[in-house]
């Protein structure tokens, strides 16, 4: 092999030594681990949140505060790999790390422990970041700063190679790995096997990258003997400037606060699932294996381009939420990839020489954990709706090449015309919402555009002159941040009076009329989704609305049971609390609700007043996730038992398994029902608690109500149900009435605590919607 010369600054010539077997394999080995560690690092984030999952409620924020976790021990990693830099002896290096290994090893299999007890709905954050501390910290943190460690022996072990100057191509390497492990897992991990075989499978990969370490390890130990002496430490560069580091971590923190806004954003409306969480984190890792590619597939010009187009169009559509759901999250993935290609690639034209390696990662790791904490922790503290996505959405601008000169006469006439036309869409809804008349005018004017259609239609040249003012990255972002108030505004205040913001996300009561009710209704909604309805007139305040309307199925499955004589009912999901209107004085009635925040705004009068006015009596709420505190209730105590708990649009899916619903029957009297809502626009999730009931040997029903137009539009809604009992005389009073039929036959696979397929779920909503029985 030639000699190669110290252009780099790294030192004066160094002459190569003679290629022998063990160099020639070194390389490949080193390539090997980093893969390796990489994957195990990256598949266990989806499998650990499962696992956690449940005792939550499903909710899209574990993902997102398990992700803060994550990033934190990664940091952690990081800055161990960092300091141990400071032994000079990579021989003993490489038995500090073996050793660590070996300890985490003992916290093999993974699992959750029950150290800390149930979460409490009030503070589950604390009791999260410590469960997974101390189920799966030691070995996440000690095998995430296997990558950078790995480089920086390779640069000593590699010194006087030509492979030996870039180190850092291995970091593509890594997130390769990553990248590949983080897809397969709900493509084919998750849906091939349970959760047991996963967990045990991914302890024998940790043995066997222990083993290519101690492969390693004899690697060094060869070198030395062949040589009689330690790989020399690499000549020391200027340490970096403050500036620069705070520009890496802001560099570094912006991917990171979108990758989980985004998984937010599109998770609340689907479900919180594995499929929706990996895409963004695997493209997250795409774009650092582009970025430091020494030809990148996609250049930092091309990059540019295509990220101030979709930048431009996301923080429109963003506030609205209107879109179809596949639309939509192929627009948003996009920009969300071209926005952390972009700050990614800012970043590896950035680097640092080699013997600055794992500090540059530690940088980087510092520009994670922010990010994600401004996401996860801190932003649900600040604000009372989901503004931290948008608003890095503009910031992210800043990111682009900056250009100190005065702006042309053009520029200058694009930003007015940004400004005067987000002037004129705030002004139209402002004048809409306020000046109840000018429904009426503007109808008579533009008949065939609602409200937020015609404000979009007003801010899409806008989007177009922000487009203009690409390559002026302060103007450029100042034309973002114009649209985004203004679209922001026209969202906002079209249809929210009043929100309010928790752990499980934003919750909003929206004033809408109906004249046919007597004027206001209040509409409860989280994301998109109503969760509840109340006309606000005396005289209809007390009928239960939306899906609970007596011709629905749940409505009907209530005045079914209290037929019968006196009712104990339970309900899991509070929403508005319109099942309170059922309550009779010879019921009992007993709410099961995850978050405090619901509870208290359904008993808020100023709100609703099911629970407080239409009730008769007491009702009762339980706070916590539904599957935990349902265990301490009585067996063969309830006669109606209905499980309505979305999160958003969707079932949590722990409360749909057959353990779960057979939790449900042991909890029924011989004729008790359990009612399962599963309403739903996004995924086809009848079929999978079917077939749960047939797997349990427990008779069915099917109930489908298809919204009658003829009645007030606020007044009811299609809803979607299925009926099991203990027992064939529990349904005998549902069979003949209207909306109810047997269940179809299914070869869908019965949801368990071990699989869950929401992929699949996915899949069959593209389907056609079932025909009216």
């Known amino acids: 092999m030639s000699d190669t010369t110290g252009d780099s600054g790294l030192g004066p010539t160094v002459s190569a030594p003679p290629v022998r077997p063990t160099d020639r394999l070194t390389p490949l080995l080193f390539a090997a681990a980093i893969f390796t560690s990489a994957s195990l690092v990256f598949v266990v984030q989806p499998m650990v949140t499962k696992l956690v999952l449940p005792m939550l409620g499903g909710s899209p924020a574990v993902w997102n505060t398990a992700m803060v976790f994550f990033q934190a021990a990664l940091l ?37 422990n029950g150290w800390l007890g149930d979460p409490d709905p009030a503070a589950p954050i604390g009791w999260l970041l410590a469960t997974l501390t101390l189920s799966v910290g030691a070995p996440f943190a000690v095998l995430s700063a296997t990558a950078p460690l790995l480089q920086a022996w390779f640069a000593r072990v590699r010194a006087g190679y030509p492979d030996g100057k870039n180190p850092y191509v291995l970091y593509a390497a890594s997130n390769l790995g990553s990248f590949l492990a983080l897809l397969s897992y709900p493509f084919v991990i998750e849906p091939l096997t349970n959760l047991f075989g996963q967990r045990m499978g991914w302890t024998g990969g940790y043995w066997a990258f222990l083993l290519m370490i101690a492969a390693l390890a004899y690697v060094v130990w060869r070198r030395r003997i062949d040589r009689e002496a330690e790989p020399a430490q690499l000549a020391a560069t200027p340490p970096m400037a403050w500036r620069e580091k705070i520009i890496l971590i802001l560099l570094a923190a912006a991917p990171s606060s979108l990758m989980l806004g985004v998984t937010a954003h599109l998770s609340t409306d689907v479900a919180s699932a594995p499929f929706l969480w990996v895409i963004p984190l695997a493209l997250y890792l795409l774009t650092f294996v582009i970025a430091f590619q020494t030809r990148p597939w996609i250049p930092l010009p091309v990059t540019l381009v295509v990220q101030g187009a979709l930048g431009a169009m996301v923080v429109l559509i963003v506030a609205f939420r209107t879109l179809d759901i596949r639309i939509a999250f192929v627009v948003h993935i996009l920009a969300f990839f071209f926005a952390a290609l972009m700050c990614h690639q800012m970043l590896a034209s950035r680097r640092p020489p080699p013997d600055r390696l794992t500090e540059f990662y530690l940088l980087l790791s510092v520009g994670g954990v922010v990010g994600g904490a401004f996401t996860a922790l801190l932003a649900p503290v600040i604000f009372n709706m989901v503004w931290e996505y948008p608003l890095v959405l503009v910031l992210v601008g800043l990111a682009r090449p900056w250009d100190r000169r005065r702006l042309r006469g053009d520029e200058i006439g694009a930003l007015a015309a940004v400004a005067v036309l987000s002037a004129a869409a705030a002004g139209l809804s402002w004048w809409m919402t306020s000046d109840p008349g000018a429904w009426a005018a503007l109808w008579r004017l533009l008949p065939l555009f609602p409200l937020q259609t015609l404000c979009m239609l007003i801010l899409g040249p806008a989007v177009v002159c922000a487009f203009l003012m690409r390559d002026r990255a302060q103007a450029f972002t100042a034309a973002l941040l114009m649209i985004g108030l203004s679209a922001q505004f026209v969202a906002r205040g079209y249809d929210a009076s009043y929100s309010e913001r928790s752990f499980f996300g934003v919750m909003r009561v929206a004033v809408q009329q109906d004249e046919q009710l007597g004027g206001d209704t209040h509409i409860l909604t989280h994301g998109t989704t109503w969760h509840g309805a109340q006309a606000r007139d005396p005289r209809y305040d007390c009928q239960p609305a939306l899906y609970y309307h007596p011709l629905t199925p749940i409505g009907q499955s209530a005045e079914i049971v209290q037929a019968r004589g ?23 009635l007993t709410f099961f609700e995850i978050d405090p925040m619901v509870d208290r705004m359904s008993r808020d009068p100023q709100w609703f007043t099911y629970i407080s006015d239409c009730a008769v009596g007491e009702v009762g709420t339980v706070l916590g996730d539904a599957r935990l505190t349902l265990e301490d209730q009585p067996a063969g105590s309830y006669d109606l038992l209905i499980v309505d708990a979305f999160s958003s649009d969707a079932v949590p899916t722990h409360l749909l398994t057959v353990e779960a619903i057979e939790g449900y029957l042991r909890l029924l009297k011989p004729e008790g029902v359990v009612l399962l809502h599963l309403s739903n626009r996004n995924l086809e999730i009848v079929l999978p608690t079917i077939a749960a009931a047939k797997a349990l040997g427990r008779p069915a029903l099917h109930g489908l109500y298809v919204e009658d137009n003829s009645l007030p539009v606020m007044a009811i809604a299609s809803t979607e149900a299925v009926a099991i009992s203990p027992t064939e005389r529990g349904l005998a009073d549902f069979r003949g009435k209207p909306n109810w039929r047997e269940v179809p036959e299914t070869d869908v696979r019965p949801w368990t605590d071990d699989y869950v397929n929401l992929f699949g779920a996915l899949w069959r909503s593209f389907r056609p919607p079932p025909e009216r029985p």
């Not at 009712?567 to 010879?586: C, L, N």
């Open 76 to 112: 952690g990693g990081y800055l161990y790999a960092h300091l141990l830099q400071r032994i000079a002896s990579i021989k003993l290096q490489v038995a500090v790390h073996l050793a660590l290994l070996l300890l985490a090893a003992l916290f093999l299999p993974l699992q959750i």
């Open 566 to 588: 006196p009712a104990r009912i339970g309900v899991v999901g509070q929403g508005a609390g319109t099942m309170a209107a059922y309550k009779r004085a010879e019921d009992s």
